[in-house]
């Protein structure tokens, strides 16, 4: 096998011939990092981007912080409520339990959960054509109107009425 010399050969031209692709706009504007020119993708932020970032977060989270807090007050709030109703129902039974000559008003206070549930049962006699007005004193009617309301840590209620048939 046989090698030959090869010569390579360069032909010049003249700067006239020359094609010259056009130069890029992010070249025309100058990208400018650290004092040089350079081609390329731009890496790293500017201080006004840093600062407009800055800006916007010191806005957004407060905002987001407060909205949240919100929802998860409102949802110990609900908690609380079905808990009070919990225990409306809970007394609203004991109560219709003692039958109609036994149900009277009185005052309780349960615990539940570590919280402290205190509230009223009111009893009075209503008649068959108003059952939302309490008269007074007892006529000869066979309904009376139940009414067991939790006052803390939150309102909560209940209304039925009975009747000695």
Not at 28 to 46: D, I, L, N, W
Not at 79 to 88: C, G, H, I
Not at 123 to 135: D, E, F, G, W
């Amino acid at each position: 096998m046989k090698v030959k010399n090869l010569k390579l050969q360069v032909q010049s031209y003249p700067p006239s011939e020359i094609i010259t692709p056009p130069t890029p706009s992010y070249l025309k504007r100058g990208c400018r990092r650290q004092g040089r020119y350079f081609k390329g993708r731009m890496e790293g932020f500017t201080l006004i981007e840093v600062v407009m970032i800055i800006v916007v977060v010191s806005i957004a989270i407060p905002t987001l912080l407060i909205v949240l807090g919100q929802g998860a007050k409102q949802g110990v709030d609900a908690e609380l409520l079905v808990s009070a109703t919990n225990v409306a129902q809970a007394q609203m039974e004991a109560t219709l339990s003692l039958g109609f000559s036994g149900i009277a008003s009185t005052a309780y206070s349960t615990t539940v959960g570590g919280n402290t549930y205190s509230g009223n049962v009111t009893v009075c006699y209503v008649q068959a054509a108003a059952l939302n007005t309490c008269v007074t004193p007892p006529p000869t009617t066979d309904y009376k109107r139940i009414s067991v309301t939790v006052t803390s840590p939150t309102q909560a209620g209940l209304v039925t009425v009975v009747t000695n048939y």
